[in-house]
């Protein structure tokens, strides 16, 4: 009975303060008489926050350096210690303490890295870090990645993907490449001078190894062209099993047909308004007009020739390509060292030298 005694001393207390409804004892000890006051949702009291300690803030302070200029700001505000400020926001005194150190090659990598981004706009960090590498660098994507963010580098205006309708027999789902040579393609991509003069261009690739075989610029081109370059690179590689395309006059003609037949390449027509069907010659359509056409200025039709079989030639040798491991699709077998120093913007591009010299 004493111990119970006891504990009920020490309780009580603490349960002068608690209202039960049995019998509405406590509300009297209360004082006022108005019970509890209700909880409001607007209510941002001086105890507000205590309920929840981590929402009392905008955002968890991740990364050390925030930390340090958070703790810094502090301290200069409150004039508070420097240890009790890094006990209450859970910083290390050590870390706190700690001068950063960057890499030695942080400076050179940032110069080559927005060297790249203002040479290659179209390119994102998993490019740029596949041409680092290319150049003699030894940097994940993940580093790259920091830095793209921190200068606030950025691939703008992205293009909304196509979903695929339908399928037709030509479609390049109906019939995937299966190796170099399986199935070529090919189509049209339109342009113009500085004085506004139209001009076009006959885009061969190989869809397996991803290749641009051909760009065939002329002002105009007729079935004749289509048969000419394709003869050149019949004589050169071989004929291909198959060829796709779309169902242009120039594609469909009857010489055209007629003579592919003898030859023994078969003929993969897309479904009409169907440019999806034809995925992968669009795609490499979208990336000359994106990478080129849209940023170059052409004064002539010569120029026009020599910058674009210029980009053909980067394209096939230097570009790293996304769906071949970022990987050039035709690598020349002795490709000069590219530069590792902040010059990188004057030697990047070896096969675009014409570019420079035209301008």
Known sequence: MPA????????????????????????????????????????????????????????KLLSPARRRRCIDHVRDVLDVSERRVCRVLGQHRSTQR????????????????????????????????????????????????????????KVPQRQPKRG???????????????????????????????????????????????????????RRLRHEDVLAALAELF????????????????????????????????????APGSPWENGYNESFNGSLRDELLNGEIFYSLAEAKVLIE???RHYNTVRPHSSLGYRPPAPEAATPPLPVSGSASLHLRPAMAAETTMH
């Open 235 to 270: 004589i050169e590689r071989g004929p291909p099993a198959h060829i796709r395309s779309d169902n242009g006059s120039e594609f469909i003609a009857t010489a055209v047909q007629a003579w592919l037949g003898q030859i023994g390449v078969k003929t993969l027509y897309i």
């Open 98 to 153: 700690k001068v950063p150190c960057g890499a030695d090659d942080e400076e050179a990598l940032t110069e080559d890295i927005i060297a790249l981004a203002r040479q290659y706009g179209r390119y994102g960090y998993r490019r740029v870090t596949a041409l680092l590498h290319a150049a003699g660098w030894s940097v994940n994507h993940k580093r790259v990645e920091r830095i793209w963010r921190r200068e606030g580098l």
């Open 164 to 218: 695929r309708l339908w399928l037709n027999d030509g479609s390049c789902i109906r019939l995937r490449p299966e190796y170099p040579g399986h199935v070529w393609a090919y189509d049209f991509v339109e342009a113009r001078t500085h004085d506004g003069r139209k001009f076009r261009i006959l885009t061969i690739i190989d869809e397996a190894s991803r290749e641009c075989l051909a760009l065939v610029v002329a």
């Open 4 to 59: 119970d005694r006891g504990q009920r001393a020490d309780l009580l207390p603490l349960a002068q303060g608690i209202w039960w409804p049995e019998d509405g004892s406590g509300s009297a000890d209360e004082g006022s008489g108005e019970g509890e006051r209700p909880a409001s949702a607007c209510d941002f009291g001086s105890d507000a926050r205590q309920a929840d300690l981590a929402g009392g803030g905008k955002g």
């Open 310 to 312: 210029a980009w053909r």
